[in-house]
């Protein structure tokens, strides 16, 4: 009986017969040997085997919707002498914004944090204006978590999902993330509302925190999933967020629309 085998884009063939679809031929370069003498063919099945262990899929429990009632906006900072320096960051203040003024809309208990500040200075004015309370967690580790103060607000809330923006992508939000999620957290990281100073140091951070099992999502799909239905008694506040924020930003939205970068 032969076996059914199919080219793939790394110029080998692999065979059904075979576990995991294991590498069996070179179909492009003709090679007969078998994955098991192929040197260049074990390479693929390892390369493989890595990525699977070290960038697992998203875990099943984010399939479920965020609930207000179990999240905190986490803040990552958004410093005078540090974010103007970040990819878009006109773009990306107007998100972070709009995500801050819906998460009050929700109640959700928002923790904002300063890396540093001797160093990259206090919070822009514009995010502190936003805060409910500005009552930052200053630290100089990375992870937030190695501020013992934010754990215990973390902790001591009683929630367990984590709604993270500010800045940057690939340095402390990436830290505090993974950290989050060992920790058995949910995470649900704004796309929009994050960057870093290169912009492929922010995408490949975004996608490595999906492959993790971070939820990458938008600052309106957020906030719609948080809303759930329009029979909400505060879909009018948010309907009105919404609009105000396409009146401030028109440029933005276009932006947007147009699929630029």
Not at 57 to 68: E, K, L, S, Y
Not at 108 to 114: C, G, L, S
Not at 156 to 161: A, D, E, I
Not at 170 to 185: D, K, N, P
């Amino acid at each position: 009986m032969r076996q059914s085998s199919t080219a793939d884009d790394t110029g080998y063939r692999r065979t059904d017969a075979a576990p995991g679809g294991m590498v069996e031929h070179h179909s492009r370069q003709g090679c007969v040997l078998s994955s098991q003498r192929c040197p260049r063919a074990r390479v693929v099945a390892l390369q493989s085997a890595a990525a699977e262990r070290f960038y697992p899929p998203q875990r099943c429990c984010t399939m479920d919707r965020i609930d207000a009632r179990d999240s905190i906006l986490v803040v990552i900072d958004m410093q005078e002498r540090l974010f103007p320096r970040v990819h878009r960051w006109e773009r990306v203040r107007e998100r972070l914004l709009f995500t801050i003024r819906g998460s009050k809309i929700f109640n959700i208990p928002i923790i904002i944090t300063e890396q540093n500040p001797n160093g990259l200075g206090a919070t822009v004015p514009e995010v502190e204006a936003a805060l409910p309370i500005y009552s930052p967690e200053v630290k100089m580790s990375f992870c937030a978590f190695d501020c013992p103060t934010f754990e215990e607000r973390v902790i001591g809330s009683g929630r367990r999902t984590l709604i993270v923006i500010g800045i940057e992508t690939h340095i402390c939000i990436l830290q505090t993330v993974m950290e989050a999620l060992s920790r058995g957290f949910r995470v649900y990281v704004v796309a929009v509302a994050t960057s870093s100073t290169d912009l492929e140091d922010h995408e490949v951070a975004l996608d490595r925190m999906a492959r993790l099992g971070a939820v990458i999502t938008t600052s309106q799909s957020l906030l719609y999933e948080l809303m759930g239905s329009a029979d909400d008694e505060r879909f009018r506040d948010l309907l009105d967020l919404v609009k105000s924020s396409r009146r401030k930003m028109p440029a933005l939205y276009a932006f947007e629309s147009s699929g630029e970068r």
